[in-house]
């Protein structure tokens, strides 16, 4: 099974309504490791690490977040994994 990063940027209505928390729990049940965090131009940053099928999983349902979210756009770059372990909220 091929491992695979991904770094999201996603805009919109994205903070104060749950993104981060629901982030880190669809990454735990999709079993990923990285983080979530705010950004201070009002998006969420994450970066998603672990099996390839489930990385991408995670970025389709970030580009439409929580109920509460309005998500805007997102931005994806591919990066090399790292061999993070557990999921952050920052």
């Known amino acids: 099974m091929s491992e695979a990063r ?3 940027i996603v805009q919109g209505r994205v ?3 749950y993104f981060r928390e ?3 729990r669809i990454a735990e049940e999709l079993g990923l490791a ?3 965090r705010n950004r201070g131009d009002g ?3 994450a970066v998603f690490e672990g099996p390839a099928d ?3 999983q995670a970025v389709v349902w970030a580009r439409r977040g929580p109920a509460a979210a309005d998500v805007t756009s997102l931005s994806e770059t591919a990066e ?11």
């Open 6 to 8: 991904s770094r999201v």
């Open 34 to 36: 990285g983080w979530v």
């Open 22 to 24: 629901s982030t880190r």
């Open 15 to 17: 903070q104060g309504v």
């Open 43 to 45: 998006g969420v940053e």
């Open 54 to 56: 489930a990385v991408a």
């Open 80 to 90: 090399a994994p790292e061999g993070l372990t557990g999921f952050a909220v920052r």
